[in-house]
Every structure is written in structure tokens, then in C-alpha cells.
């Protein structure tokens, strides 16, 4: 049996990972193979589930950091005949890279705002000019 996955994001996002170890889980306790269907957003991920174009959905709800992701709160809100089935527990860790041969000679760091705020302690810390 095939079951389709819908999920937040492009290839190589958290996302991503939580749903493909998500669907490891599945494929090995159920005999089952997955198809993953990437959206845009968590709301097209959502309708998508709502809309029977996937079978399950798997998208970010909280971080340790930032806290609850709004965006998916508020989508379940309105797709009310969703339910939370499972939770995925991802670690993530963030990198930063760069051409520069020292931290002394960064000047700007550019992100993805929900990086920027998981990572907010540390550019403090090593880089509170930037």
C-alpha cells in the first residue's frame, strides 16, 4: 500500500527530515511504502490533507526556541476535522558558513527570520556587531 505524505518545504528543510524519518518509522512497523508531496506553505500543506490530496501531513508546531509556529495553529483552527495523530521530535542544528577566513570579518548574516531567532544567542555572543 502507498500512502502520500504531504509536507512544508523543498527538499533539504527540517520539514523534510522529520518527515522522512517520520516515514521510515511507517514503512518498517507497516509494510507500507510512502510518497512524499512537498507544499509551499503549512496552510497548502494542510488543505492538501483536508482536501484528501494526501493521507497524512507532517508540519513544524513548535520549537524549543521560537515556541508555537502560528501559521500551523491557526490553519488547524480553521481546518477544524484535522487532527493531531503523532509527534516528531527533531533535533536541528544550524551553520554557519561563509567565505570569510575569521568571525571578525563578518559583517551581515542573512537567514531565514525562524534561523535567525533560533540562532539569536549565539550571533550575540560571536557576533554582536552584525
Not at 536541528?92 to 525562524?114: D, E, G
Request: net charge negative.
Amino acid at each position: 500500500m502507498v500512502i502520500s505524505v504531504a509536507h512544508l518545504g523543498a527538499p533539504g528543510t527540517y520539514t523534510e527530515a522529520a518527515t522522512i524519518a517520520y516515514v521510515k518509522q511507517l514503512e518498517a512497523q507497516a509494510e507500507q511504502q510512502a510518497l512524499l508531496r512537498p507544499y509551499s506553505s503549512i496552510a497548502k500543506t494542510l488543505q492538501a490533507l483536508a482536501q484528501g490530496l494526501a493521507d497524512l501531513a507532517v508540519v513544524p508546531v513548535e520549537n524549543s526556541v521560537e515556541g508555537s509556529v502560528s501559521m500551523t495553529l491557526d490553519t488547524l483552527w480553521q481546518l477544524d476535522q484535522l487532527q493531531i495523530q503523532h509527534a516528531i521530535v527533531l533535533p536541528i542544528s544550524h551553520a554557519l558558513i561563509s567565505c570569510a577566513t575569521s568571525l571578525a570579518n563578518i559583517r551581515t548574516v542573512y537567514s531565514h527570520p525562524q534561523a535567525l531567532a533560533q540562532c539569536q544567542k549565539w550571533l550575540l555572543q560571536f557576533l554582536p556587531e552584525v
